[in-house]
């Protein structure tokens, strides 16, 4: 039997760009896909409700997708073909870096950073990839384009219920860290003792 694959779709406004529409036409579906979409809610809420929809659902696969990213047509093949528990692809963030004046990279690496007697993980976006080649191991990736297995989502529910995605805020010692949803949804994957992978070739408009 042929797995199945959930294309989930954001859209804060409810009106998605004819670009972004284009390219989900256009993409290539190795695979069975249906596609779900839901507007005008909050985001955590609307990426939990995918993770659920798919495992309810029985889809192998959830590919979300976000409605400013228009997408190559091979991104799924590619997805894919590197079959790791999550992939996702390069995307720069929203607004420019305050002290560089760059766009960052939606990737990071985790380090653990002493604060008094306790210790706190933070992130920094990548600047140089560890690895060698077009897949590279991340701690925390972006969900503008990114690829899931059941399993994974099976594990984060069965631990967080059915909000496996939500805004993190950690307070240590006065030292304060807060992460957004899809970052908050990394590290718990990451706990849970799955890799997320970022795949080069893969380069949303």
């Given at each position: ?68 990213n228009p997408i190559p047509e091979d991104t799924l093949e590619k997805f894919l073909e590197d079959d790791k528990d999550v992939v ?33 993980r933070m992130y920094k976006p990548i600047e140089k990839f560890k690895e060698e080649g077009y897949l590279h191991k991340v701690d ?66």
């Amino acid at each position: 039997m042929s797995k199945t694959i959930l294309i989930g779709l954001p859209s804060g406004s409810g009106q998605v760009p004819l670009p972004m529409v284009e390219s989900l036409l256009k993409l290539h579906k190795p695979l069975p896909c249906a596609f779900t979409s839901m507007e005008r809610q909050r985001i955590d809420k609307v990426r939990s409700y995918f993770a659920v929809q798919t495992v309810k659902s029985n889809f192998d696969y959830l590919f979300m997708v976000d409605d400013d990213n228009p997408i190559p047509e091979d991104t799924l093949e590619k997805f894919l073909e590197d079959d790791k528990d999550v992939v996702v692809a390069p995307i720069l963030s929203r607004n420019p870096n305050m002290k560089t004046g760059k766009y960052d990279l939606c990737a990071m690496y985790g380090e653990e950073v002493s604060i008094g007697d306790k210790t706190l993980r933070m992130y920094k976006p990548i600047e140089k990839f560890k690895e060698e080649g077009y897949l590279h191991k991340v701690d925390i990736g972006g969900t503008g384009a990114m690829l899931i297995k059941r399993h994974v989502l099976e594990k984060m529910i069965e631990k967080y219920g059915e909000y496996v995605f939500e805004f993190g805020d950690i307070t240590i010692n006065g030292q304060r860290r807060t992460m957004s949803e899809d970052a908050e949804f990394c590290e718990r994957v990451v706990d849970l003792g799955f890799e997320i992978w970022l795949d080069d070739r893969v380069r949303p408009i």
